[in-house]
């Protein structure tokens, strides 16, 4: 592997410790509720709402204050990302069989009670992250979904786009706060905002460790970094759609990645100047082309397997393959958050329109966990049901070796159902 472009920027030299301006703004949101909610919104977002609760004659307004055709984008992207939840959840079956005579097993799939959607607004609002959070909950059964968003103080409240695509999505509330101290609100509740049971949804740094300061007194999805992509390309791979998709993902912020793995020499060598070149016909080019700049890397590899070799450990939060075969070099792949597989799959379709969710694990989290979907808010239950039949072929054996680890109280209690008598 030869490192044809490197990283510039040194995020490990940056790197500041929010933790504890985290831990204070979560006590303060757990003792002073509201108002602690409302000056945070006031510090952070500049503007103080009179209540963290939407109401809904707002959410009715939001739909004037936006252009009909992008009520009609989100419908439709909305359309999308259920229909593709609801197979999913399709999918996940509740089990129940019986294992031997007297003896049956199974598990059901219970919903969470409630959940939290949270959906980011820094630069500009994410109406799809409202979709894709907030409609697999409705899929998958939960009673309750709330959901949240900083306040824009040019739109005085949350973005309109983004309380119609909540309202598109099925929330049932919805609340003005961002940052730690929304996370805050939906763990610990206050005089208006309930709390709820599952967190979902990414956000920056203070809600990535807010989540994690919570996690365990309420469920949360993941631990969520900056945006990432691998693109794998082949010399069939046209530079000028590879740069496209490099600048799409670090449009996302500073501290999102793109890595271009490619066999060709040839592509290796002209995307920097071609991504150069768009990143000048972009609104959001000059950001994109600092991120690129900071924390982009073209790495040209000796062979494919090379190339898949690379592109497995780094377990992108999303993975372009643009190749001669990408179906085959697809196939090969396993660790990735979501796979865009040939040049007609850019990853701006599944940020948006394709279905599938965009909520995925980043910072290499592809390793062992999934993105967000139906099944992230169900709760699988087993139990068994046993007979005297079953009782009596289960309690020899369990006696044993609840006796072998010590436990008598075990082995009696199993002794006592092999004994006795029907009843």
Request: proline share 5%; aromatic share 6%; glycine share 10%.
């Amino acid at each position: 592997m030869i490192v044809i472009k490197e990283a510039e920027r040194d995020v490990a030299a940056e790197a500041a410790s929010v933790e504890r301006t985290v831990r204070e703004i979560l006590e303060s949101v757990r003792t002073r509720g509201d108002d602690a909610i409302k000056d945070c919104t006031e510090r952070f977002d500049g503007f103080r709402p009179d209540s963290p609760r939407v109401g809904r004659s707002a959410v009715k307004e939001a739909y004037d204050r936006i252009p009909r055709g992008a009520v009609e984008t989100l419908e439709y992207a909305a359309d999308r990302i259920r229909r593709f939840a609801v197979r999913q959840r399709e999918c996940i079956r509740e089990l129940r069989w019986e294992e031997s005579p007297g003896i049956v097993l199974g598990h059901r799939l219970i919903p969470v009670d409630s959940c939290g959607c949270y959906v980011p607004a820094g630069r500009y609002p994410l109406p799809s992250t409202a979709l894709m959070s907030a409609i697999p909950a409705r899929v998958a059964g939960v009673r309750r979904v709330a959901a949240c968003s900083p306040a824009s103080a040019e739109w005085g409240g949350i973005h309109p786009v983004v309380l119609v695509a909540m309202d598109i999505a099925g929330v049932d509330e919805v609340y003005c706060m961002g940052g730690a101290q929304a996370i805050g609100g939906l763990v610990f509740g206050t005089e208006t905002v309930k709390a709820v049971d599952f967190i979902v949804g990414p956000g920056n740094s203070y809600v990535t460790e807010a989540k994690r300061q919570v996690a365990g007194r309420v469920g949360i999805d993941m631990l969520a970094g900056p945006s990432e992509v691998v693109i794998i390309a082949d010399d069939s791979a046209s530079p000028e759609w590879v740069a496209a998709d490099v600048l799409a993902r670090c449009e996302h912020g500073p501290g999102s990645w793109a890595v271009v793995v490619t066999t060709s020499r040839e592509l290796a060598e002209r995307l920097p100047a071609e991504i150069r070149d768009q990143a000048r016909g972009l609104p959001t080019g000059e950001g994109a082309l600092k991120t690129w700049t900071d924390n982009g890397r073209i790495l040209l590899a000796d062979s494919m397997d090379e190339a898949i070799g690379l592109a497995e450990d780094a377990a992108p939060e999303h993975l372009q393959v643009m190749t001669s075969d990408s179906g085959a070099v697809a196939a090969r792949l396993t660790n990735y958050g979501s796979i865009f597989i040939g040049p007609w799959a850019p990853v701006a379709f599944g940020d948006y329109v394709s279905g599938p969710n965009h909520i995925l694990p980043t910072m290499r989290g592809a390793r062992y966990s999934s993105g967000v979907y139906a099944g992230t808010f169900l709760r699988t239950r087993s139990y068994q049901e046993i007979t005297c039949e079953g009782a009596r072929a289960l309690s020899g054996p369990c006696e044993a070796f609840a006796n072998m680890e010590g436990l008598f109280g075990h082995g009696r209690s199993a002794a006592l159902r092999g004994r006795g008598r029907r009843i």
